[in-house]
Every structure is written in structure tokens, then in C-alpha cells.
């Protein structure tokens, strides 16, 4: 199955999101100059990382066009990682 090619305002959706995750990564490394902490940053800044990594699992990698049981390994890869990563900063603070 060939992916469709959109364009969007005469670029691809795959260049959008190339963009998306270039804003992300800006916002992520702006906080860490700026030297932000507390619970609510550490959740934000891995929120950003999980949301990376489904962008590039869905767009990339091309799990988007997919069903069933090989969209679930990239899933279950961010899900779990992430949710006991924030349940240790939780607990931490």
C-alpha cells in the first residue's frame, strides 16, 4: 500500500511534522536553558518527548497507514516507559 502524499499550504504532511518536532525540540531545549524545575516541567518536558515519539512512530515510520497488532510495539513502548517515568517523578516530589 503506497502512502498518499498530502500537501498542505505546498508542502508535504510529512514536512509539517518535520516542523512540528523542530518547534517541540526548540521549546524542550528552551527550557532547559532557562533553567525550569519542579513536577510540572519534568511532566511537560516528557509529555513533549512521548509526543515525539509517536509522530515519528505515526508519520515516520509510517504506523499511521497500519492496523492492528504492529501499531501496538511502538505504542506500548512510549506508554509504559513514560507512564513509570511519571510515576517516579510523582512519587519523587
Known sequence: MAM??????????????????????????GIGQQGLSGLGIS????????????????????????RGFWRWPVTLWLVIPGGLISAAFIMSY
Open 4 to 29: 498518499q502524499k498530502r500537501i498542505i499550504f505546498g508542502l508535504r504532511a510529512c514536512t509539517w511534522i518535520w516542523l512540528v518536532m523542530l518547534l517541540l525540540t526548540g521549546i524542550t531545549y
Open 43 to 66: 511532566l511537560t518536558v516528557l509529555f513533549l518527548a512521548l509526543l515525539k515519539g509517536h509522530l515519528v512512530g505515526a508519520y515516520f515510520m509510517g504506523l499511521s497507514q497500519v
